[in-house]
């Protein structure tokens, strides 16, 4: 779902408030949630060639995202727990392995700084959450008509709320079982 198509959910609270700025308050909210929440991941399969020490994310990251952190791994080569390094787009490992090692992440994104879409589910399952926080950070422009300190307090209220739920419902499906990566690995 395209940014814009959210704007008329912020739109009637911040009255004159430029689309672009909206556009971009909304891009913000997107990633500070799931910068938060972790709710976005990906499960890319990743190997490190033998006497080397790291690989390359880059192309196994859906387009107009970037990687938050590795919440998860899997490996039937080795139980050397990888690490994210280098503004997390490369995969590290502590030593050189002698052969080919696999590994399969479990990575949690975020929208890029570039990016002008998300995942429709992300949109439609968290929208409350996104709209509340860009009208918090649009209602805290100063000097502005919408300018209102009070509301946007209100706002960023209800987008706290939502990341506590997040989490919590996150660590829930964790705790029950339905983690879909086994991590064997030493941390």
């Given at each position: 779902m395209k940014f814009a198509d959210l704007?008329?959910?912020?739109?009637?609270?911040?009255?004159?408030?430029?689309?672009?700025a909206i556009e971009q308050a909304l891009l913000n909210a997107a990633r500070e949630?799931?910068?938060q929440t972790w709710v976005w991941t990906h499960q890319p399969t990743?190997?490190?060639?033998?006497?080397?020490?790291?690989?390359?994310?880059?192309?196994?990251?859906?387009?107009?995202?970037?990687?938050?952190?590795?919440d998860g791994w899997e490996s039937?080569?080795?139980?050397?727990a990888p690490s994210l390094r280098n503004g997390d787009t490369e995969l590290f490992v502590d030593d050189a392995p002698a052969a080919d090692t696999r590994y399969v992440l479990t990575l949690a994104l975020f929208p890029s700084r570039t990016a002008d879409e998300m995942p429709d589910w992300l949109a439609g399952a968290h929208r409350d959450a996104i709209t509340a926080h860009a009208k918090h950070e649009i209602m805290l422009l100063p000097e502005k008509t919408w300018t209102n300190p009070g509301r946007a307090?209100?706002?960023?209220?209800?987008?706290?709320?939502?990341?506590?739920?997040?989490?919590?419902?996150?660590?829930i499906s964790r705790?029950?079982?339905?983690?879909?990566?086994?991590?064997?690995g030493v941390r």
């Open positions: 704007v008329p959910y912020v739109m009637p609270e911040v009255p004159g408030a430029n689309v672009i949630f799931c910068r990743v190997t490190i060639r033998a006497g080397r020490t790291y690989a390359t994310l880059a192309p196994r990251i859906p387009a107009k995202s970037a990687v938050c952190g590795l039937e080569d080795t139980s050397i307090q209100v706002l960023y209220t209800i987008f706290s709320d939502a990341v506590n739920e997040a989490k919590r419902n996150r660590n705790l029950r079982g339905r983690m879909r990566m086994r991590v064997p």
